[in-house]
């Protein structure tokens, strides 16, 4: 069974950095995608970025390229979503999930598996 734990949430100020942490268990890296996902509240969930279990670079939903970036760690079977110069905006449960295949997806309901979600609150 894949088990994705997400860690790394917290309340921070506007302008601050935060690393999240996805550590996934039951199924190695570089045969599953991942993705990071977020929910604002009274919102849907949107996609954030994603990278494929074949490796390359990751694949960003425009609105968050530039402030954040997706990387993994393959040894430690862990991703991380590092985000900078956080906004309000940025307010958000954030989630990660798996997928089997290489392809990156946006859409939520092509992942299969789904950590607990992080919170993360940004105040002005």
């Known amino acids: 069974q894949v088990q994705l734990v997400e860690s790394g949430g917290g309340l921070v100020q506007a302008g601050a950095s935060l690393r999240l942490s996805c550590v996934v268990s039951g199924r190695t890296l570089n045969i599953l995608t991942v993705g990071w996902f977020r929910q604002p509240p009274g919102k849907e969930r949107e996609f954030v970025a994603a990278?494929?279990?074949?490796?390359?670079?990751?694949y960003y939903a425009d609105s968050m390229k530039g402030r954040f970036t997706m990387s993994r760690d393959n040894a430690k079977n862990t991703v991380y979503l590092q985000m900078n110069s956080l906004k309000p905006e940025d307010t958000a449960v954030y989630y990660c999930?798996?997928?089997?295949?290489?392809?990156?997806?946006?859409?939520?309901?092509?992942?299969?598996?789904w950590g607990q979600g992080t919170q993360v609150t940004v105040s002005a």
């Open positions: 990278i494929s279990g074949r490796g390359g670079s990751p």
């Open positions: 999930a798996g997928r089997g295949g290489a392809s990156t997806r946006a859409g939520a309901y092509e992942y299969d598996y």
